[in-house]
Structure formats: C-alpha cells, structure tokens
C-alpha cells in the first residue's frame, strides 16, 4: 500500500510517496538512493532495480529524484509502486542553474539528516555531486552514525566532445565529490579507466558491477514478436535493424541514415525512443528519400523491449559516448547479433563472437558490417548464440543486487 507524507525540506517542497513493509530490524540497513531523474533510461531502471531487490531483502530503502521531466519517458509510476519510500524534489534538475542547484542541496542535507541512512548511494552528475557534498557535511555530526557514501559511474560527464571549460569544471567537481566517496561502482571497467585518468579518485575506491535488467523476458519468447513486425508492414524478404536509444545528440543517428543510403531496400530500420532531434532526423530521413524504410515508432513501454529485440534481425548501437549501453546485452539475451561503435564500455560485451565493433562515425564501415549480417542468416545465428550466453549471468539484475549488497557490508 502506498501512502503520502511530509518531511521537512526547509521550505522547498517534497511529495514523498511511502510503501512501508515489516521487517527485522537486526538485518536492515537504512539505504538512501539518490538520482537527478527518474526518466527512461539505463542509469534509471538500474537505479529502480537496485532499490527494488534492496527493498525486497528487507533493507529500509528511500529513493530521492527531481520530477521525471522532459519528451524520454518517465519511470516514476513504476517507482512508486515499489516497497520502498520515494521522495520527489521538484527543484533538482539536470541543467546547471547554481542558485536552484544551493536550495536543493540544503534540501538534501535535511533530508539526509533526517533519514540518517546508513549507507547513501548517489546517480548521475547532478545527483553526485550536490548529494555527496551533502551527505560528507551531515555525517560531520554527531548523529550520523558512521554514514558511508557511494556512487556509481553511469557515464561520465567529461568527455571529447564537450566544450573545453565544461570538461574542466565536470572534472574538478568530480574530484572533489570523488573524495567525500567511499565506494565508486563502475557500470564498465571502461569508466574506471576513464575516471583515473581524470585524476578522479583512487584505483582502491573503484568497483566494476554491471548494470542489471529482468533477464528473463527477453530470453523467453514474446508471442508479440510477430505482431509487432507485422505492424510494421515490412516485405517478406526485409531484414529488420533496430537502433533503441533517445533521439538526442551524440547518440549517432545520422550515421545510420548515411549507412542505410549504401544499403539495400531490403534492410529497414526501427527507431526507438523520442527526443529533442526527432524532428530533425525525420527531416533528414525525408531528405534522403527513406521514409519508406524507417519505422520511428517513439517511446514505449519498457516491457515491450523484449518483444521488439525478438523482432529484429540486427541491433545497432550508434552512440558516439555511453557508459554501457543496456541495448547491447538486451540485444544479445533476445538472441541478436550486435552492432555498435567502439566507445566506452561496448568492448566488454561485443566482440567478434557476439558482433561487430566499429570506429566512432563509421558510416561506411556500419553499412558493410549491416550489409554482412543481413546477407547470412548463419552468421547471424552463430553470433546471437554466443551472445546470449555471455550475458545471462553477468547482466542478471539478482546478481548486480548481490554485489552492491556485499559492499555495503564491506563498508559497514
């Protein structure tokens, strides 16, 4: 049953949206989540599984978000349905605005003095950093009870192609919240090395734990499948190419629009997501006259990802920086073979086994790897099968639950 409670925040409103479970008080660990936004996407689910499994083991569990705003989709229905309390500040948000950005902080310090978690486990920059300022400032008190921090590298806030002065302040707001941290989990070996190299934190704070789903429905098959390639309208003989991603910057669309240029009606091609550049890219398929062989069917239900990978033929993965897309493994446990650029952590999952690697903005390079695969449906088979069990176990959320789990302990 979910109820609804005030907590004081100092005068910056909070709904704070409650399912409370008995529990022995011997075994719980009181648990603070804290993320900028509860919108879909990879960071998110994560973040929603974790709370969930923690929930379910008897922890005490509060997640604290800003308002799950903006054209990508929200996951705040799912996560206040949860066994655990949600708190809703409506003035975090992820663009820099540093007078909203100062009251948020104070509310976080007042929550967290409040709560007094045991453990406090941010996502995200913006979340990072204001939560673990505040979370170093209230464990200075007398009442804070030996509160340990963690966060988890998503992606990083650095990268080449942010503007000089961005990168340098993301980097020295990284390390500064980097030592106030405990625990640093990594979604990727990848961003470990990325963040050292940084100069942000220490190798000993590091952990890699990859990032969890519900394995199972995408291993199981989906009797609407079918009936979502058939809403397509595809011809007998297509071979189905589905990129999911938001339509955003840097996630690489315009690459597949050249590739699908070189290649043959035969190869189709499903966008899913939404974002600010649909427009554009409509535009830009139109222009290059595709709009008979792109299918961008927006923003759906994250149930109905599995259904979807079972349908295609191919998964793309065009992005030109993600910590570790969750398509990848979603792809290769609904048995389809991958391809992907190589950026950040896609090597530790794609491999010539399981798919094919790329340099960033290959365009050239994605129509021939496409073409390859579309051209052999055996191929296609032996790289799926390799696939799927590279990642069963690994990307299993119980496993992911496990681990953090284990290092809170560690921690305590």
């Known amino acids: 049953m979910v109820r609804r409670s005030p907590i004081n925040t100092g005068g910056v409103r909070a709904e704070v949206l409650t399912a409370w479970r008995t ?15 509860l919108i879909l996407g990879g960071a998110q689910e994560n973040t929603i599984l974790t709370c969930e499994g923690l929930a379910a083991r008897g922890h005490e569990v509060t997640l604290v978000t800003g308002p ?3 054209p990508e989709g929200e996951l705040m229905t799912r ?22 950005d100062r009251r948020v902080y104070h509310s976080l310090k007042r929550l967290l003095g409040e709560i007094k978690p045991d453990i406090v486990h941010t996502h995200s920059s913006k979340a990072g950093i204001l939560a673990r300022r505040a979370a170093a400032e209230v464990r200075r008190g007398p009442a804070a009870g030996g509160m340990k921090i963690v966060h988890t590298i998503h992606g990083l806030p650095f990268h080449s192609y942010e503007t000089w002065w961005r990168n340098k302040l993301y980097i020295a707001l990284e390390r500064r919240a980097a030592e106030r941290t405990d625990a640093i989990i990594s979604v990727a070996d990848a961003m470990t090395r990325q963040a050292l190299s940084a100069g942000v934190g220490r190798a000993e704070q590091y952990t890699t734990i990859y990032s969890g789903m519900e394995v199972e429905p995408f291993l199981a098959p989906s009797p609407q499948a079918d009936e979502f390639r058939g809403s397509l309208a595809l011809p007998d003989d297509a071979v189905l190419v589905t990129q999911v991603s ?3 910057e840097l996630k690489g669309h315009e690459y597949l629009i050249e590739a699908a240029c070189r290649l043959g009606e035969q190869v189709h091609f499903c966008l899913v997501g939404d974002g600010p550049l649909r427009r554009k890219i409509e535009k830009k398929i139109s222009r290059r006259r595709l709009a008979g062989r792109f299918h961008i069917i927006g923003l759906v239900a994250p149930e109905r990802i599995p259904a979807i990978m079972q349908a295609s033929d191919i998964v793309v993965h065009c992005s030109l920086r993600e910590g570790l897309a969750r398509a990848l493994p979603q792809a290769m446990l609904a048995g389809k073979p991958v391809v992907s650029f190589d950026i950040d952590g896609a090597r530790e999952v794609v491999n010539e086994k399981t798919g094919v690697l790329l340099a960033p903005g290959d365009a050239e390079g994605l129509a021939e790897a496409i073409g ?3 051209g052999s449906a055996q191929l296609r088979s032996d790289l799926s099968a390799a696939g799927r ?6 990307f299993d959320h119980s496993r992911m639950v496990n681990q953090i789990e284990a290092l809170y302990r560690r921690l305590r």
């Open 246 to 248: 938001r339509l955003a």
């Open 389 to 394: 069990e590279s990642c069963v176990d690994r």
């Open 372 to 374: 390859r695969l579309a």
């Open 79 to 100: 996560a206040t349905a949860g066994d655990y309390r949600v708190i809703v500040l409506p003035a975090m948000r992820r663009e820099i605005r540093p007078l909203r």
């Open 68 to 70: 799950a705003i903006g």
């Open 23 to 37: 529990v022995d008080d011997d075994a719980r660990v009181r648990i603070c989540h804290v993320i900028t936004r």
